[in-house]
């Protein structure tokens, strides 16, 4: 087997838990190998590091799934995502039917994604290694699960860094439009070809029942509401009433869809528009709420732009901030990997002073058990909330 040789004291990240070995790193790669094909990773006295899957188009040329010598074959596979299943069954208990069932290298296997929906299931190919063994990972797909459909959402930026295309389709059995699913107690249309990630935010679900515990009785404001998720679980929950924000039209569209498919259509308001207009509006007109949830997209996707995203999320949590009654709540999101739980304390604090408000911390939130941060992978922990209480 070819073996990728790290330049003297590059193997201090993958002994302390990391996966990737970035092209400044390596000293040397002996043997021939294709990109794609699994290599041994070696420091630079020799000493073993595991093994990787290879791909020297992108910067980050090793991906490591072992720290040991197995093979990277259809048994390595089919053992991980069994592993992967099993590890869900452990945290859902089995009431849970739509959940990310193999989430990269937090199960050992990185560059894959798989999403249950149901009877369907959805697979994101992130990697060479990965797009290299895809006829494999379909056919356990098939075996293990007996899908209706699978999906593939290869259609992500990352993939160009790769030196991939974006490739999206049914590739095995069929679909007939969007499926519905169950989650946090409602039930959802979801359109696995079209909507964003693979579908549904199931990186949520965890945090609607944490912040729909807080609802009953309350004067809801849901921000980014897409489908509805925050909104729709709050007024199911019995807040006392509900307006969601969502800029696309086609959005608000399918959270209508979804609320009526849940009995919850004469709850909740739908407001089509910019969330910071609504929100400087609002705060002007002295509307007030008991519960504000801000779930933005991601404000930057790089480092160099975190100061926009600062911006970005400091003016829309003054704003939630101003507008919330003494003893409301405020749920704030940030799905920024390049902004860590210390920049966004620090910007909501900031937005606290600001707003004169005096708050505490009920809870921090993050992405949902079934996608599990590698502890020594930090790029696999970047859902980050606050669950915080206007005190005065
Ligand atoms: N909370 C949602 C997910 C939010 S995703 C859930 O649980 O399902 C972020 C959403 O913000 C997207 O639907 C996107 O269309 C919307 N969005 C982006 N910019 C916006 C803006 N300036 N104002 C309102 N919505 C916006």
Same mark, same amino acid.
């Given at each position: 087997?070819?073996?990728? *040789?790290?330049?003297?004291?590059?193997?201090?990240?993958?002994?302390?838990?990391?996966?990737?070995?970035?092209?400044?790193?390596?000293?040397?790669?002996?043997?021939?190998?294709?990109?794609?094909?699994?290599?041994?990773?070696?420091?630079?006295?020799?000493?073993?590091?595991?093994?990787?899957? +290879?791909?020297?188009?992108?910067?980050?040329? =090793?991906?490591?799934?072992?720290?040991?010598?197995?093979?990277?074959?259809?048994?390595?596979?089919?053992?991980?995502?069994?592993?992967?299943?099993?590890?869900?069954?452990?945290?859902?208990?089995?009431?849970?039917?739509?959940?990310? +069932?193999?989430?990269?290298?937090?199960?050992?296997?990185?560059?894959?994604?798989?999403?249950?929906?149901?009877?369907?299931? *959805?697979?994101?190919?992130?990697?060479?290694? =990965?797009?290299?063994?895809?006829?494999?990972?379909?056919?356990?797909?098939?075996?293990?699960?007996?899908?209706?459909?699978?999906?593939?959402?290869?259609?992500?930026?990352?993939?160009?860094?790769?030196?991939?295309?974006?490739?999206?389709?049914?590739?095995?059995?069929?679909?007939?439009?969007?499926?519905?699913?169950?989650?946090?107690?409602?039930?959802?249309?979801?359109?696995?070809?079209?909507?964003?990630?693979?579908?549904?935010?199931?990186?949520?679900?965890?945090?609607?029942?944490?912040?729909?515990?807080?609802?009953?009785?309350?004067?809801?404001?849901?921000?980014?509401?897409?489908?509805?998720?925050?909104?729709?679980?709050?007024?199911?929950?019995?807040?006392?009433?509900?307006?969601? *924000?969502?800029?696309?039209?086609?959005?608000?569209?399918?959270?209508?869809?979804?609320?009526?498919?849940?009995?919850?259509?004469?709850?909740?308001?739908? *407001?089509?528009?910019?969330?910071?207009?609504?929100?400087?509006?609002?705060?002007?007109?002295?509307?007030?709420?008991?519960?504000?949830?801000?779930?933005?997209?991601?404000?930057?996707?790089?480092?160099?732009?975190?100061?926009?995203?600062?911006?970005?999320?400091?003016?829309?949590?003054?704003?939630?901030?101003?507008? +919330?009654?003494?003893?409301?709540?405020?749920?704030?999101?940030?799905?920024?990997?390049?902004?860590?739980?210390?920049?966004?304390?620090?910007?909501?604090?900031?937005?606290?002073?600001?707003?004169?408000?005096?708050?505490? +911390? =009920?809870?921090?939130?993050?992405?949902?058990?079934?996608?599990?941060?590698?502890?020594?992978?930090?790029?696999?922990?970047?859902?980050?909330?606050?669950?915080?209480?206007?005190?005065?």
């Amino acid at each position: 087997m070819a073996t990728v *040789v790290l330049k003297p004291g590059k193997e201090r990240r993958l002994r302390a838990g990391h996966a990737w070995v970035y092209a400044g790193e390596v000293a040397k790669i002996t043997g021939t190998v294709a990109d794609g094909d699994a290599v041994a990773v070696r420091d630079a006295k020799g000493r073993p590091l595991g093994r990787g899957l +290879l791909n020297r188009q992108s910067q980050i040329v =090793v991906r490591r799934y072992t720290s040991g010598g197995e093979d990277f074959d259809e048994a390595w596979l089919r053992e991980r995502i069994r592993a992967a299943e099993s590890y869900r069954l452990a945290v859902y208990g089995g009431e849970v039917t739509s959940y990310r +069932l193999v989430f990269g290298e937090s199960d050992l296997v990185p560059g894959l994604v798989v999403d249950r929906y149901g009877d369907c299931l *959805v697979m994101q190919a992130l990697t060479l290694g =990965v797009e290299r063994r895809k006829r494999e990972v379909l056919a356990i797909l098939e075996r293990e699960f007996g899908p209706r459909a699978i999906v593939e959402r290869s259609d992500v930026h990352t993939r160009e860094l790769e030196g991939l295309q974006p490739v999206k389709g049914v590739v095995a059995g069929r679909l007939d439009g969007p499926v519905e699913i169950e989650c946090a107690g409602l039930r959802w249309e979801v359109d696995l070809l079209e909507d964003q990630k693979t579908g549904f935010f199931l990186d949520q679900r965890d945090n609607y029942r944490c912040v729909a515990a807080w609802a009953a009785g309350r004067r809801v404001l849901d921000c980014f509401s897409y489908h509805g998720g925050f909104g729709l679980v709050t007024a199911a929950a019995g807040a006392k009433s509900v307006e969601l *924000v969502e800029i696309s039209e086609s959005a608000v569209a399918r959270a209508r869809r979804n609320a009526e498919r849940n009995g919850l259509l004469g709850r909740v308001e739908f *407001v089509c528009a910019n969330a910071f207009d609504v929100l400087k509006q609002w705060d002007k007109e002295r509307k007030r709420y008991e519960l504000i949830v801000l779930d933005p997209p991601s404000f930057t996707r790089t480092k160099d732009r975190v100061g926009e995203a600062v911006r970005g999320y400091k003016e829309i949590n003054l704003r939630a901030l101003k507008m +919330l009654e003494a003893g409301g709540l405020l749920a704030t999101f940030t799905c920024s990997h390049h902004v860590g739980w210390a920049l966004f304390e620090a910007i909501v604090r900031d937005a606290a002073a600001d707003a004169r408000r005096t708050v505490r +911390l =009920v809870q921090r939130l993050t992405q949902a058990r079934d996608h599990p941060v590698a502890l020594g992978i930090e790029e696999t922990e970047y859902l980050r909330g606050l669950l915080l209480q206007v005190m005065a």
